[in-house]
């Protein structure tokens, strides 16, 4: 039994509905109810007492939802006092951005605020959207680079750094590379790559195609050079927000605009952390690479 099937249990009673509550997790409706099925098998004992589309909690579903709730929480607390403890020194600043981020601005910022603060230890780390939401919860990192997937908390700091065009990254061997665009129907028959590590795979590929509608299959990779490795296979095509500057291409691959419909696929990077734990270098930090990234999109249009 794992800690994760709680989530999906208690969020699924609380919603009372498994499509919301899969959306919640951003797990797929089909992943959630599977991992519900397993956790029943594992149990012995049936949990939910399903009619048609609704479903109501049997004895042992109502004990364990109010007992998955406090050990949740006792989760989350062992968790965030662990992390405060090992990170307890305050003359740092810990970033956290997403694997698949490939602009220059993040480099640049961390090299001039590097330069202003000298005395400020810098820590980084990449991680998936879900990874980076947990660390940012839990006092893993002081500040997050990352996609807009949830609505903004009042219980942070939310400042959206550009609202950018989404690209694929795509083999000059594949035959869809002569276009000038491409739509996610164009796409359909062929494999999209996600950054994401095995755990997260039912997570992430929901997102895409249940969020952002992409179809067809989803392929997946560890981190942005080995995604770029797939690309140039022709295994597949890797998705990437235009997020600052980007690295050129290598001659094989083409970097193509992607369109829902008849639009651009466009979607929000933003800064992230906690309002309780802001302090004057997490705001500089954040508006350094805000000014960064608005002074390479002034330069390109």
């Known amino acids: 039994m794992l800690l994760r099937q709680m989530k999906y249990f208690t969020a699924i009673v609380e919603c009372n509905s498994f499509t919301e509550a899969a959306e919640q997790c951003y797990i797929s409706q089909s992943a959630i109810s599977q991992q519900i099925q397993a956790l029943e098998k594992e149990l012995g004992v049936v949990l939910l007492r399903r009619e048609n589309r609704r479903f109501s909690l049997t004895p042992a579903g109502e004990y364990f939802y109010h007992q998955s709730k406090v050990l949740l929480d006792e989760a989350n607390e062992l968790r965030r006092e662990t992390i405060r403890i090992g990170q307890a020194d305050e003359s740092r600043l810990r970033i956290g951005y997403l694997k698949n981020y490939s602009g220059q601005e993040l480099h640049i910022a961390v090299a001039e605020f590097s330069k202003l603060y000298p005395e400020i230890s810098i820590n980084i780390v990449a991680g998936t959207h879900e990874e980076l939401y947990d660390l940012i919860r839990f006092g893993g990192v ?71 509608g992409f179809g067809g299959n989803f392929l997946y990779a560890e981190n942005l050079e080995e995604g770029r490795l797939m690309a140039l296979g022709n295994r597949g095509f890797l998705p990437l927000e235009n997020v600052g500057t980007l690295p050129p291409v290598v001659p094989t691959i083409q970097r193509i605009p992607l369109y829902r419909g ?40």
């Open 142 to 212: 002081d500040v997050i680079l990352s996609d807009q997937r949830r609505a903004f908390s009042d219980d942070y700091e939310n400042k959206v750094l550009l609202e950018c065009d989404c690209f694929a990254e795509i083999s000059s061997n594949n035959h869809l590379s002569a276009k000038d665009h491409l739509t996610l129907t164009d796409l359909k028959r062929t494999p999209c790559i996600l950054i994401a590590p095995p755990e997260q795979h039912d997570e992430e590929a929901g997102y895409y195609r249940d969020t952002l």
């Open 262 to 301: 008849d639009k651009p696929l466009r979607r929000k990077i933003c800064a992230f952390w906690l309002k309780k734990c802001t302090n004057y270098y997490i705001e500089e930090f954040a508006e350094t690479l805000h000014h960064l990234i608005e002074q390479s999109r002034q330069e390109i249009d």
